[in-house]
């Protein structure tokens, strides 16, 4: 099993910055995918940033730019960098490992961005 704990969440106000961070323990391989999704009340998952093992990297459209992912595979953690944040960024984000074809998730941490 796999477990995820998230840390990192909370209030800010639009235009400031946060950084979440994401611990796997657990029955770790060493080719996996981290990442970082959202959602918002009302509206679906949305994925914000993930990582490869290797180090490759994609966003969603509306951070681009404004978010930088990383990952300490020592420590089996991922991290997100966000910056600028805006009232529209308010939502539950969520962990997620992918490996041989399971995905596992953390139990979310909420985020707050007040205009």
């Known amino acids: 099993q796999v477990q995820l704990v998230e840390a990192g969440g909370g209030l800010v106000q639009a235009g400031g910055s946060l950084r979440l961070s994401c611990a796997a323990s657990?029955?770790?391989?060493?080719?996996?995918?981290m990442g970082w999704y959202r959602q918002a009340p009302g509206k679906q998952r949305e994925l914000v940033a993930v990582?490869?093992?290797?180090?490759?990297?994609m966003y969603g459209d509306f951070v681009k730019g404004r978010s930088t992912i990383s990952r300490d595979n020592a420590k089996n953690t991922v991290y997100l960098q966000m910056s600028r944040l805006l009232p529209e960024d308010t939502a539950v984000y969520y962990c997620?490992?992918?490996?041989?074809?399971?995905?596992?998730w953390g139990q979310g941490t909420q985020v707050t961005v007040s205009s």
């Open positions: 997620a490992l992918d490996q041989r074809g399971l995905r596992y």
């Open positions: 657990g029955s770790i391989f060493s080719i996996n995918v």
């Open positions: 990582i490869t093992s290797g180090g490759s990297t």
